[in-house]
């Protein structure tokens, strides 16, 4: 699916679709309490889960730095279902919303955080950190993010994959 319209059933009116929201932690706790009735966003423990769930639109995937295997096993589960989905990254004082993933057309979030890594001008000094801290969790460690800020990245979210129920061009992370 790669628009999250919501379409209708044949004399049952409106289909709610739901977002499947797929972390831990302050900012997927704030992703999670949004939604507007039309497209509500429930929070998840695994892509199992995402699995059972009804008329799921697409999922956002809220990971630390560290999420690879995360965003691996949401982007094996969705890409042959072209389910959308939107990575949320939290590391080392950043948050990244995006690209969004709308299969099968092109827009990795792996190239773009190395793209990221060798762009930033602190890349080398991030990842002495790194090597010298250890691998981050895999579970976002989000508890400096500021109550505010986890409200702000949930209304950019919403905003972005509400904004893709006009239309593939809609998104802008994407």
């Known amino acids: 699916m790669t628009e999250l319209s919501t379409g209708t059933r044949s004399g049952t009116g409106p289909r709610r679709v739901g977002v499947a929201v797929l972390g831990a932690g302050r900012v997927a706790e704030a992703v999670a309490a949004g939604g507007d009735g039309r497209m509500p966003f429930v929070a998840v423990e695994s892509v199992a889960a995402i699995a059972r769930m009804d008329d799921c639109a697409a999922i ?5 730095g560290a999420g690879q295997r995360r965003q691996a096993a949401v982007q094996e589960y969705a890409s042959p279902r072209r389910l959308s ?3 949320v990254r939290v590391d080392s004082g950043w948050i990244t919303i995006g690209p969004l993933v ?16 060798r762009n930033r001008r602190d ?20 508890s400096m993010v500021a109550p505010m800020l986890a409200a702000a990245v949930a209304r950019l ?18």
């Open 60 to 64: 956002v995937v809220v990971s630390s």
């Open 85 to 87: 989905w939107l990575p």
């Open 102 to 117: 709308r299969p099968p057309r092109p827009g990795c979030p792996v190239c773009v955080q190395r793209r990221q890594a």
């Open 123 to 142: 890349a080398a000094a991030r990842r002495l950190l790194r090597e010298h801290l250890g691998p981050a969790p895999e579970q976002a460690d989000d």
């Open 157 to 174: 979210v919403r905003s972005d994959l509400g904004a893709c129920s006009g239309g593939p061009a809609g998104a802008r992370t994407g």
